[in-house]
């Protein structure tokens, strides 16, 4: 398949730069992949389309403020970090600005002292190894002197960090959110628990990857990024209870999809206790195994999110579903409104 099969036209008006007051005010558009028909409705009603036995499974990832602004001891030259992967106690792989400057060896400190960090290797694409040091707890520094990473396409400000999190976000890791769950709130959660819809949560952590433009013409040829996930045996076994059953298992987010697909594929179809790391490349023509229903926000033209999306719903009804939302100015990506392909 061609990279060129996931292109449409988006104007930059509809990319939304700030979340709305109300996590769960936004849109939301509703596909049938049997019948093929297209609803425009608003988040809470979400519920209208979920039913007592179903299962909805969410990434509980929490985002780390990973950006950091620091200086090279040597020069005083201004240096920007981005952690991306915990390596090794204090070790991390970081992208650093300009990375031309970290050789190893090199030492930063960020606020004041309160964090150094010394290169001890370099990776391709401006990535480093930088070994951290400090007093006291590595994340509480981290909370004190770091920014959200924000994806590349969000100009603005974000005035509230927790905005950029779930409300039930918990396992320290990522670089981005898994951002179809920023629709949820407690109470909407609740609402649905009460229905009889079970909750359950996965963890992975969401790599920058996610925003890397796919480089090759031909699909086949791409290769994913590497990224950790894990699913406890208590989500396992509520996941295998809802198949058994009869209910649908859906899923919110592509994270929490790959992640579900990659624990089915490694177990001939079984959903089990498991973590590790995944580089799942889900486009046309994959076979799902775990998932029956997806909750997911509006992605980039030829995006490995959109081309996940086209799998799951058949690529013509996906973009037709595009065109109609450029066509009633959904908001789109991180920020923006909502689909559910049940």
């Known amino acids: 398949?061609?990279?060129?099969?996931?292109?449409?036209?988006?104007?930059?008006?509809?990319?939304?730069?700030?979340?709305?007051?109300?996590?769960?005010?936004?849109?939301?558009?509703?596909?049938?992949?049997?019948?093929?028909?297209?609803?425009?409705?608003?988040?809470?009603n979400i519920k209208d389309y979920l039913k007592p036995g179903d299962c909805l499974v969410l990434n509980d990832t929490r985002v780390l403020p990973a950006r950091l602004y620091g200086m090279k001891e040597d020069t005083g030259a201004n240096i920007e970090v981005l952690l991306l992967k915990q390596l090794e106690g204090d070790s991390w792989e970081v992208l650093a600005k300009p990375a031309k400057r970290i050789k190893e060896g090199s030492k930063i400190t960020f606020g004041d002292g309160k964090l150094t960090a010394t290169c001890t290797g370099a990776l391709e694409h401006g990535g480093r190894i930088l070994k951290f040091d400090y007093d006291g707890i590595f994340y509480?520094?981290?909370?004190?002197?770091?920014?959200?990473?924000?994806?590349?396409?969000?100009?603005?400000?974000?005035?509230?960090?927790?905005?950029?999190?779930?409300?039930?976000?918990?396992?320290?890791?990522?670089?981005?959110?898994?951002?179809?769950?920023?629709?949820?709130?407690?109470?909407?959660?609740?609402?649905?628990?009460?229905?009889?819809?079970?909750?359950?949560?996965?963890?992975?952590?969401?790599?920058?990857?996610?925003?890397?433009?796919?480089?090759?013409?031909?699909?086949?040829?791409?290769?994913?990024?590497?990224?950790?996930?894990?699913?406890?045996?208590?989500?396992?076994?509520?996941?295998?209870?809802?198949?058994?059953?009869?209910?649908?298992?859906?899923?919110?987010?592509?994270?929490?999809?790959?992640?579900?697909?990659?624990?089915?594929?490694?177990?001939?179809?079984?959903?089990?206790?498991?973590?590790?790391?995944?580089?799942?490349?889900?486009?046309?023509?994959?076979?799902?195994?775990?998932?029956?229903?997806l909750i997911t926000n509006f992605h980039l033209p030829k995006s490995t999110l959109i081309m996940l999306v086209s799998a799951f719903a058949d690529q013509k009804f996906i973009l037709k579903a595009y065109h109609e939302a450029v066509e009633e100015k959904y908001r789109f990506f991180s920020f923006g409104d909502a689909m559910i392909i049940i």
């Open 1 to 44: 398949m061609n990279i060129e099969d996931f292109d449409f036209y988006l104007p930059e008006t509809l990319i939304a730069q700030t979340p709305l007051k109300e996590r769960s005010a936004s849109r939301l558009m509703v596909l049938n992949r049997d019948t093929k028909e297209i609803e425009h409705k608003h988040f809470p």
């Open 140 to 293: 509480e520094v981290l909370e004190e002197l770091g920014e959200m990473p924000l994806p590349p396409y969000i100009k603005e400000q974000l005035p509230e960090r927790e905005r950029y999190q779930t409300v039930y976000a918990k396992e320290k890791g990522s670089a981005a959110a898994p951002t179809a769950g920023l629709h949820f709130t407690e109470e909407l959660l609740e609402e649905l628990k009460a229905m009889g819809v079970t909750i359950a949560f996965i963890t992975l952590h969401v790599g920058l990857g996610t925003f890397r433009p796919v480089s090759v013409d031909n699909i086949d040829e791409h290769k994913m990024h590497s990224e950790f996930y894990m699913m406890s045996k208590e989500t396992a076994d509520t996941l295998t209870k809802v198949k058994e059953e009869g209910g649908r298992i859906i899923s919110v987010g592509t994270t929490s999809t790959r992640t579900l697909e990659t624990i089915a594929r490694d177990n001939n179809g079984k959903l089990v206790e498991a973590s590790g790391w995944t580089d799942i490349f889900i486009y046309p023509g994959f076979t799902f195994q775990a998932v029956d229903g």
